[in-house]
């Protein structure tokens, strides 16, 4: 079974920049998270999508964020414009059905706004 | 919401010792503990999970306790190897949101 599929690894960009990570879940995998993982923490929840429909999304800083997951596939999640204190690594995760279990973390987009 | 603590945030222990790392949560009706491991530039992997109707549960080195009264968790590892060195995550499932919060992490160490 192919994993959690996430794209850039890496990338730097300046203040003020935008930028995207995209997401590809496992397939099959109908529940998707972003998760925001700051240096030296845990990750915390940015947004979960069932689907293409948003189930929560009360801890994404909706002035600079923004996410999508127009095809209940692929995701994609945007900051505009970014702030130094954006700099983390990005993990998305999925997972199937209702159950409480079973999640599967991607390796993540690290992110550094200079 | 839900609320994990995690300690210690950093453990250092010599290769063959058993290293313990506990976790507490605020939330009476979480009902699901995963703990991951995550390696330097490495998405979180799953070790070891529990559910509340469980008390213990083992897979080979590893164990996990859980304590719904007291409202907390503990991984266990035992013989311990280099290749165990990592970040350890705790988290819960709180109620219906069907979402993980996470601990802040512990740095193990395993020293040769």
């Known amino acids: 079974e192919a994993g959690v599929a996430q794209s850039p690894r890496y990338k730097i960009i300046e203040k003020r920049q935008s930028v995207a990570f995209w997401c590809n879940p496992i397939?099959?995998?109908?529940?998707l998270y972003w998760y925001q993982q700051i240096l030296g923490q845990g990750p915390k929840l940015l947004i979960q999508?069932?689907?293409?429909?948003?189930?929560?999304d009360s801890q994404l800083p909706k002035d600079r964020f923004s996410a999508e997951r127009l095809k209940g596939v692929d995701s994609t999640l945007k900051i505009q414009p970014a702030k130094l204190e954006d700099s983390a690594v990005y993990l998305c995760?999925?997972?199937?059905?209702?159950?409480?279990?079973?999640?599967?973390f991607g390796s993540g987009t690290r992110l550094t706004v200079v | 919401g839900e609320n994990v603590e995690q300690h210690p945030s950093t453990l250092s222990v010599q290769e063959g010792d058993s290293a313990v790392i506990k976790c507490t949560y605020s939330?009476?009706?979480?009902?699901?503990f995963p703990w991951y491991k995550q390696e330097l530039g490495k998405g979180p992997q799953l070790i070891i999970d529990?559910?509340?109707?469980?008390g213990e549960k083992k897979d080979q080195r590893i164990a996990v306790t859980l304590n719904k009264t007291a409202k907390h968790f503990s991984l266990h590892i035992t013989e311990t190897q280099p290749e165990d060195s990592a970040v350890y995550f705790c988290?819960?499932?709180?109620?219906?949101?069907?979402?993980?919060?996470f601990g802040s992490g512990t740095q193990l160490t395993v020293l040769p």
């Open positions: 995760a999925s997972k199937q059905g209702q159950a409480r279990y079973g999640y599967t």
């Open positions: 397939s099959g995998h109908a529940t």
């Open positions: 999508f069932q689907n293409n429909g948003v189930v929560d």
């Open positions: 939330d009476s009706a979480s009902n699901y």
């Open positions: 529990i559910r509340s109707n469980v």
């Open positions: 988290a819960a499932n709180p109620g219906s949101a069907r979402q993980l919060t």
